[in-house]
């Protein structure tokens, strides 16, 4: 089982529609979660960060957070093209000794 | 200005050749990292540095070394570039907070033959 795990896509949303996007991971101990956005070719954006369990909302991005199952999401709400891109999800694992770890990321094609 | 940049942006060199990518910050941050990225295996951490003396081996830092010259640069290198070394490479930084949250550069794609 990898540490961090993301269907890799693609994604396929209308657009205005609300991408869902999920990640789970393996250490229960872990306390930061991150979420960032790539576009090809380029370095990853951070889009959101969470530390506590419930949702939390930043514009058009909600992420929410069970410590209990251990999984993470992103809702990108109003999906517009421009949010075509891959998106990493990113975990502090405390087996690691708190290094972050990535998933292999969702790629997420939003269509006109 | 860019807060990270990372200087060659891209890079052809031959198997057997030593190359140099280097990493500057303005920043301010402490904590330094270099991660390569292959299609499909996300980012893996190569080192890591948390600051001017401290130098750390990541998941992957076989046929790689680095060199922390001050708080704002980081460098790594490969004494003997291989083909399977062939990726992008980023820089990030993190300040020593709560939070951790790590800033990339904009990548050098390096290109093995």
């Known amino acids: 089982q990898k540490e961090v795990e993301q269907n890799s896509g693609p994604l396929s949303v209308p657009e205005g529609a609300i991408a869902s996007l999920n990640c789970t991971y393996s250490d229960r101990g872990s306390q930061s979660f991150f979420w960032y956005r790539q576009y090809s070719g380029k370095s990853p954006e951070l889009i959101m960060s969470?530390?506590?369990?419930g949702d939390k909302e930043d514009g058009r991005f909600t992420a929410q957070l069970n410590k209990a199952s251990q999984y993470v999401s992103l809702l990108i709400r109003d999906s517009q093209p421009s949010d075509s891109a891959t998106y990493l999800c990113a975990v502090k694992l405390e087996a690691a000794g708190n290094k972050l770890t990535f998933g292999g990321g969702t790629r997420v094609l939003v269509k006109p | 200005d860019a807060d990270v940049t990372q200087t060659p942006r891209n890079r052809i060199t031959k198997t057997g050749k030593r190359i140099m990518l280097e990493c500057s910050q303005t920043k301010g941050h402490d904590r330094m990292y270099w991660y390569r990225q292959d299609p499909g295996l996300g980012l893996r951490l190569i080192y890591y540095s948390f600051d001017v003396k401290d130098i750390n081996k990541g998941e992957i830092s076989d046929g790689y070394s680095v060199s922390r010259q001050a708080q704002a640069k980081f460098s790594l290198s490969l004494e003997s570039a291989i083909p399977n070394q062939t990726a992008l490479y980023f820089c990030?930084?993190?300040?020593?907070?709560?939070?951790?949250?790590?800033?990339f550069g904009p990548g050098t794609r390096l290109t093995v033959l």
């Open positions: 969470i530390y506590s369990n």
């Open positions: 990030a930084t993190s300040d020593w907070d709560y939070t951790d949250t790590q800033y």
